[in-house]
């Protein structure tokens, strides 16, 4: 119930729409309540002495009630409909919001699927919990209790019968309820798994095809859509178990009122019309107490899903700004000052151990280094995307963290390992990187990423169309255009990682001699070809997350066996491609 409490909160502006609807509810089933009393005095005033006048008088006072009551439903279900959705709205919105605020530590502890399922199931889940049980919730209690109340004033000994029916019912739902209730969970992680396996199987559809593992991936589906079938039945199967659970009391408690009413009428000691008007009131009872049993299956349901959504809302991010931040970064120098790093506080090893590194503003810094060395760990604590476990990394003389984290991402423009388009057109996902920019500057930035020669083959140009994820491009044509993107930031400091891989060598020193006109800006390269880097002013080489050597090109050249390695194998081919040394990986 806590985590329900924490989401009404968000009801806002429809938490008037839901107050509404609750009282259109009540005043609804007021008019309903009253319908059996007429209903009994038409009987046996009317019927019985003949009275068509009085029959017409009642009639037409069950009418307006009954007419009354549809109105009111109406209108509640009005209301109910926009505060169950709008409510929806704001807890998606809140939870998306969130997502975004999320360091990248905050992004390990939940899986896309999840996060997607959370926001769309679970709410869902939420909206018809609200939306339908509502209604239920606040008009069952006050069916029961003035039907009980009706019920025991119109014939109390009659009415005993809900005695002993009441305790069987509560029985039922304690144990269905208790039974149920933890397999909601199940049920949703199950939705998880689901997600995650069409997520995995649309992304990457052209790789599944490639490989010709369509049934590879047909059969993973089919696992997890079973897995998912199963939990549900089960789950549901015994949610069912409800409804004919309570109709059997109900008709049970039907037959036993009629029994002893009917010997209480042929006693005399009772009117027909008493006894239909008591029975109306037995099922408004019983139909409130299955409708309650049948809230308490909802608000079950939904306590899990709103556990989950919590659980999202409430996971706090682990980088935020400080209370007084640096709102200017002064220049482009970056610092590293005894820098180490591991992803996790119970991880047994350090992903960077002791890195000291000073690179001045303006410098051009090349990175080499085997696959796990952390070059990419390296970069990533320069805008703050980790926190170092120890030590620290300043740009412009600042320790990162007591940045505004804006202000200083802002600063530093990284063009990633994996490269990333949106859906929408060429010029949409170039304003990412400057959403003023004019049509002038987007193609100088294209120009500088030789983005240029295979947009101006396009028909429609800057207003070409990229797809979802940017796949209508190739691989190479979408690193150029991330790079220009990055370059219309106007950045401080610019990051490639490893972001000219799918180009060809003469295009690579085409973008190579751009970025050399670029002044002021200090630009760091991870590489995997040493003609990337061999004319930065500094290059670092990185082994096991620690800096191994860091030096110009020739000075590396002359003394670093690792450097003569890696570049003897690439310019000149080597003569120990085979050896033990040759077997890490090429940088």
């Known amino acids: ?89 704001r ?20 899986e896309s699927s999840s996060l997607v399922t959370r926001m769309t199931t679970d709410v869902t889940v939420l909206q018809n919990a609200a939306n339908g049980g509502l209604r239920p919730l606040v008009r069952s209690p006050i069916m029961l209790a003035m039907g009980l109340g009706l019920s025991f004033w119109m014939n ?81 199967h015994l949610a069912a178990l409800n409804q004919p659970a309570f109709q059997l009391v109900m008709y049970t408690s039907i037959v036993l009122i009629f029994w002893f009413g009917g010997q209480m009428i042929l006693r005399g000691e009772l009117l027909v019309g008493e006894l239909t008007g008591f029975l109306s009131y037995v099922l408004q009872v019983m139909n409130s107490m299955m409708l309650i049993s049948n809230v308490f299956l909802l608000l079950t349901r939904s306590l899990a899903s709103a556990h989950r959504i919590v659980e999202v809302l409430e996971e706090e991010p682990a980088l935020d700004s400080p209370p007084d931040p640096v709102t200017e970064v002064a220049d482009g120098s970056v610092d590293f000052e005894e820098v180490s790093f591991k992803y996790h506080a119970g991880a047994r090893e350090y992903a ?73 057109t060429v010029g949409e996902n170039l304003r990412w990187g400057d959403p003023s920019a004019g049509e002038g500057e987007l193609w100088s930035a294209c120009r500088a990423a030789c983005a240029d020669e295979f947009l101006t083959r396009m028909p429609k140009g800057l207003d070409t169309d990229l797809g979802q994820g940017g796949v209508n491009v190739s691989g190479g044509q979408k690193q150029r255009l991330c790079i220009a993107r990055a370059l219309l930031k106007k950045p401080k400091i610019l990051i490639f990682d490893d972001s000219t891989s799918a180009v060809d060598t003469a295009t690579e020193a085409k973008i190579r001699s751009a970025l050399e006109g670029l002044t ?59 050896g033990p040394a040759a077997q890490r990986e090429k940088a």
């Open 1 to 89: 119930m806590k985590d329900l409490k924490c989401l009404f909160e968000y009801l806002g502006p429809y938490r008037r729409d839901m107050l509404m609807a609750a009282l259109l509810i009540i005043v609804e089933t007021v008019f309903e309540l009253v319908i059996p009393v007429f209903m009994a005095d038409l009987i046996d005033v009317g019927v019985t002495n003949g009275d068509i006048s009085y029959i017409v008088h009642k009639g037409v006072q069950m009418g307006i009630c009954a007419g009354l009551a549809l109105v009111t439903g109406l209108l509640y279900a009005r209301f109910a409909a926009r505060a169950a959705y709008g409510w929806g709205a």
């Open 91 to 110: 807890v998606r919105e809140a939870e998306f919001e969130r997502v975004q605020r999320y360091a990248f530590s905050n992004l390990d502890r939940f």
């Open 156 to 236: 109390p000994r009659l009415a005993l019968v809900f005695v002993v029916c009441a305790p069987a019912l509560a029985v039922i739902l304690f144990l269905v309820v208790r039974k149920v209730a933890p397999m909601y969970g199940r049920l949703q992680k199950a939705m998880d798994g689901l997600n995650n396996v069409v997520q995995e199987g649309l992304t990457a559809i052209r790789a599944v095809k490639a490989f010709v593992r369509g049934e590879y991936e047909e059969d993973k589906f089919q696992s997890v859509n079973e897995e998912l079938r199963s939990t549900s039945q089960r789950t549901f």
């Open 352 to 424: 960077l151990s002791g890195v000291n590194l000073h690179i001045g503003s303006g410098q051009t810094v090349g990175i080499l280094g085997g696959t796990g060395s952390a070059k990419t760990t390296l970069v990533q604590l320069i805008p703050r995307l980790y926190d170092v476990t120890e030590g620290s990394v300043k740009v412009g003389g600042v320790d990162v963290r007591d940045y505004d984290l804006t202000t200083l991402r802002d600063a530093v423009s990284i063009v990633l390992q994996k490269n990333v388009l949106f859906s929408g």
């Open 520 to 578: 002021g800006v200090t630009k760091l390269i991870i590489a995997q070809r040493v003609t990337s880097v061999m004319h930065a002013d500094l290059i670092v080489i990185l082994e096991d997350g620690r800096i191994h050597a860091a030096g110009t090109h020739d000075q590396l050249l002359a003394s670093d066996p690792i450097y003569q390695e890696i570049y003897t194998s690439q310019m000149k081919g080597g003569e120990d491609h085979g």
